[in-house]
């Protein structure tokens, strides 16, 4: 009884706490994880998210724990969804209008040049007025992002690789004409499609290409006019009385003295490779008949007779022709000095008159190989003759097979610089730390007899410092397509200077003072040019050596240099002027560096326009390189011209075409293309090229005044139409600004305001978009009178998309 009183309690203690370690283990558990490892994904088991995780470390095998990087799913936002239509839409409008009725599975096969082609010869689409206002209103918003985005990339496109097996090429146009005069590398076949052979964004080419993509309706005025033919004063094959029949014919010894004497007073001095009295001698006593002297001799004998006689003259053909055949490709493994001075008088200089530049490029690098392998590159530490007399060297002249080695050379490498630097093409190695020959001296004490032979080696002597800068210049030039201003100043202040230390008697009188003013802020006088470089010999003194009384054989040789420096410094602001173009921008909307560089390019090419036209001689040799350089020149007002008449109309622009300075500025360049027709016309007897060069120009110069035109139609239609726009824009902000209006309609002036403000806000560039909304209004598309009265309650000009 006493026992059932009592209970037994059993004492157990508190639960422990969970440790932190245990909770996070817990809640660890809880975590599932979103990116297992490969081997627990091919177990099918859950993962840890460890490395190794604790599944592969049981397995023992946690080299096999890798996590491999989920692939994130791109779901588009409605907004990217949006703007991809919006983008997509606009696709479909340009199309339709640049190609109505087009399927775009068939153009999408054709090649760009059929593209532009179709563009510009279909009619254009019939669309409604609102429709098309439509489309401007949704389009013209991003015309300014578009244009802006354009920059001097664009120039890139400029240059392509040549077509592959073209139709028609230099040595296919040259087969049945031995003078051809149209050539892609020099613009003078105008071809409207891919070029056959490469020329860079400094070429004549380059010019002819922006002037087509900015203005396209020149494309199809010139398909619809031009007509390839060729010159009636030119046949396409020599008559038969030039035709070779005999590679070892030579003329009479009056008529063969006569063809030398002209190359040595014409041509030599340019290129003083050939040792005058030893060829003397050598024609009159020793009757060789080897392979080398044929071959340069019948070269003289050509460019003798080219020299002395007008483009009409094709007696050069015979002695071309006798020439060529003493020239094959064992010729290259010659080791005659006369064959390589032949090889470099028809390489570079004689093809360059027959306008086969491609094939005077290959030979020429060939002949400079030539010249590498007779070590003509090297100066060598002594000059003694190692063959007898009767083997043309002389012993009581020493020095002259080392006068002989580096005129030959310097020569050839002057040539090719000139027949290369226009054309964008890397000099592939012209000059080099390898190539250690010394210049061509005048002596420091010399009488009067040597003083003028000697005279007659002053134009290479300065044209080699030329050439070499136009070398650096070149591998520059083609190294990019726009370099940096700063090597761009850099390299005409060198060319300037260049200019500024040639001897009094080298230096042409300019026909104006205008482009020494813009480029020298302080002008140089010779005399202290020549103090700052210490001349070999002081042509200054005595005062009859002056440029007033300069000798008859240097004066074509020195225009022709000054054109070359004028020309190059053109050539390397040109690019400038062709990205403006392209871009669309006036003059007030670029840069400083832009407007500097294309203001020079302009004033350069002008006065290199007035000095040809006032300085060139009625002779061959001064005629061809003038007709050269001139078109050249030529090129920079027309791009001008073509740009600035091409403008988009832009009231809101600070540089709106039509202004008082645009329009003398155009004026200024007609005048400059005027005068190059001119010239050409006059040249016709001097120059293969000239009626081909005045062709081109002109139908670029035609085609620029039917553009003019038709832009000023434009213009007058949209003036008018503004003024009354505007017109009508003022009555109505006189009533609606009225508070009796306002308050007679129910409408707080104060919510006018703030509406106006939300609704015409400023645009990102500051100013009111209605503005920009009347400038880009196309008013010709807008209905006729009647229909807009009909149709006004159908179109809302305060919608946002119509």
């Not at 508190?14 to 283990?25: L, N």
């Not at 964004?201 to 005025?221: E, G, M, N, Q």
């Not at 028809?346 to 020429?364: I, K, Q, V």
């Amino acid at each position: 009884m006493a026992e059932g009183m009592f209970h037994t309690f059993q004492a157990t203690a508190a639960p422990p706490e969970p440790s932190e370690a245990d909770s996070d283990r817990k809640s660890s558990k809880r975590i599932s994880i979103l990116n297992a490892c490969d081997e627990c994904r091919r177990r099918k088991i859950r993962c840890d998210g460890d490395k190794p995780c604790g599944q592969c470390g049981w397995y023992q095998h946690p080299q096999r724990c890798v996590y491999s990087k989920p692939t994130q799913r791109v779901i588009p936002s409605r907004k990217a969804l949006d703007k991809l239509q919006r983008d997509l839409d606009h696709h479909r409008a340009i199309v339709s209008r640049v190609f109505p009725g087009q399927k775009l599975e068939t153009l999408a096969g054709l090649p760009r040049e059929q593209l532009v082609d179709l563009a510009v010869t279909l009619p254009a689409p019939q669309v409604s007025p609102s429709h098309q206002i439509d489309q401007i209103l949704d389009l013209g918003s991003q015309y300014q992002s578009t244009r802006s985005s354009e920059d001097a990339d664009s120039l890139d496109a400029l240059e392509e690789p040549p077509e592959r097996d073209p139709p028609i090429d230099e040595a296919k146009r040259h087969r049945h004409k031995v003078n051809a005069i149209s050539d892609d590398v020099n613009g003078l076949s105008l071809s409207m499609h891919k070029q056959s052979s490469y020329v860079g964004i400094y070429s004549v080419s380059a010019a002819l290409r922006v002037i087509l993509k900015i203005a396209p309706f020149v494309r199809t005025h010139i398909a619809r006019t031009y007509n390839e033919t060729v010159p009636p004063s030119r046949s396409n094959s020599p008559p038969p009385h030039v035709r070779p029949t005999d590679p070892y014919y030579l003329p009479s010894p009056d008529v063969g003295q006569k063809l030398i004497e002209s190359y040595f007073k014409h041509v030599d001095v340019q290129m003083p490779m050939i040792d005058e009295d030893h060829f003397w001698r050598t024609y009159l006593y020793d009757h060789r008949r080897d392979s080398p002297w044929l071959a340069l001799l019948n070269m003289v004998m050509a460019l003798g007779s080219l020299a002395g006689s007008t483009c009409e003259d094709e007696e050069h053909y015979a002695y071309f022709q006798r020439a060529r055949l003493h020239l094959d490709l064992e010729t290259f493994g010659s080791s005659s000095i006369l064959m390589l001075q032949a090889m470099g008088l028809f390489s570079g200089y004689y093809l360059h008159y027959l306008n086969r530049p491609n094939e005077a490029n290959c030979l020429m690098g060939a002949t400079l190989r030539m010249a590498t392998a007779l070590g003509l590159h090297r100066e060598y530490k002594e000059s003694v003759p190692s063959r007898p007399a009767s083997q043309g060297v002389r012993p009581d002249n020493l020095e002259l097979p080392a006068g002989i080695r580096q005129r030959t050379w310097w020569s050839l490498f002057c040539l090719d610089t000139w027949g290369s630097v226009s054309t964008s093409r890397p000099s592939l190695g012209r000059m080099g730390p390898g190539i250690t020959v010394e210049t061509p001296k005048v002596p420091q004490q010399m009488n009067n007899a040597q003083y003028i032979a000697y005279l007659r080696l002053l134009p290479i002597i300065h044209n080699i410092e030329f050439c070499k800068l136009a070398t650096r210049i070149q591998d520059s030039l083609a190294a990019r397509t726009l370099g940096k201003f700063e090597d761009l100043f850099a390299f005409d202040a060198e060319l300037v200077k260049w200019h500024d230390e040639l001897p009094p008697i080298l230096k042409e009188p300019s026909s104006s003072s205008l482009l020494s003013a813009f480029d020298r802020p302080t002008q140089r006088t010779p005399s202290s040019a020549n103090s700052e470089k210490q001349m070999p010999f002081d042509f200054a003194q005595p005062p009859d050596r002056d440029r007033i009384s300069c000798p008859e054989v240097l004066k074509t040789p020195r225009a022709i240099m000054h054109w070359r420096h004028q020309n190059l410094r053109m050539l390397m602001h040109r690019p400038y002027l062709l990205s403006a173009a392209l871009r669309r921008i006036p003059f007030a909307g670029m840069n400083t560096e832009e407007k500097i560089a294309i203001t020079r390019c302009r004033i350069i090419a002008g006065q290199t326009i007035a000095d040809i036209d006032a300085t060139c001689r009625e002779e061959l040799i001064a005629g061809w390189a003038a007709v050269w350089h001139m078109h050249q020149a030529v090129m920079v007002p027309l791009v001008s011209l073509f740009s600035q008449i091409s403008l988009p109309v832009d009231d809101s622009s600070p540089g709106r075409r039509g202004s008082g300075t645009e329009d003398e500025d155009v004026e200024r360049w007609k005048m400059q293309i005027e005068t190059a027709l001119r010239f050409f016309d006059k040249m016709r007897s001097y120059s293969v090229a000239a009626a081909k060069s005045k062709d081109v120009v002109e139908r670029l110069y035609e085609a620029s005044k039917h553009v003019q035109r038709h832009h000023e139609q434009q213009i007058q239609p949209h003036d008018s139409m503004q003024a009354t726009a505007l017109e009508a824009g003022q009555t109505f902000e006189t009533f609606a600004n009225s508070d009796e209006t306002l308050r007679a309609m129910s409408i707080d002036p104060g919510q006018l305001a703030a509406f106006e403000q939300s609704f015409w806000g400023p645009s990102p560039s500051g100013n009111p978009v209605m503005e920009s909304y009347w400038d880009d209004m196309v008013w010709d598309a807008l209905p006729e009178a009647g229909d807009r009265v009909q149709g006004s309650e159908q179109f809302d000009w305060t919608a946002p998309n119509g």
